[in-house]
């Protein structure tokens, strides 16, 4: 449905006929690590994400999965067993 609390006439899926259905009715701002994100758009002079209606919860425990302005790091190489590399080499051979 369509929003009629914060985000006027945008798609929300917390919407029902009976108002906004998220925890407190209302949409929260965006955070200071959300500065930058394409996602953040200004509605009544105030800046909200339009992926989540609480970012705040998003960064709580590390980066947001949904920020375009940060860069996922690569893949550490964990531990390896050499008698097992060393098999998966012959292998290849």
Partial sequence: MRCTTIRNGQECPFMSAKGCTYNGGLCHEIVEQCDGCNR?????????????????????NGPCNMAS????????????????????????K
């Fill in 40 to 60: 953040s758009t200004e509605f009544s002079a105030k800046w909200y994400c339009t992926a989540c209606p609480e970012p705040a919860i998003r960064w709580k």
């Fill in 69 to 92: 302005h940060i860069k996922a790091e690569a893949g550490k190489a964990g531990k390896v067993n050499p008698l097992k590399a060393s098999k998966r080499a012959n292998k290849k």
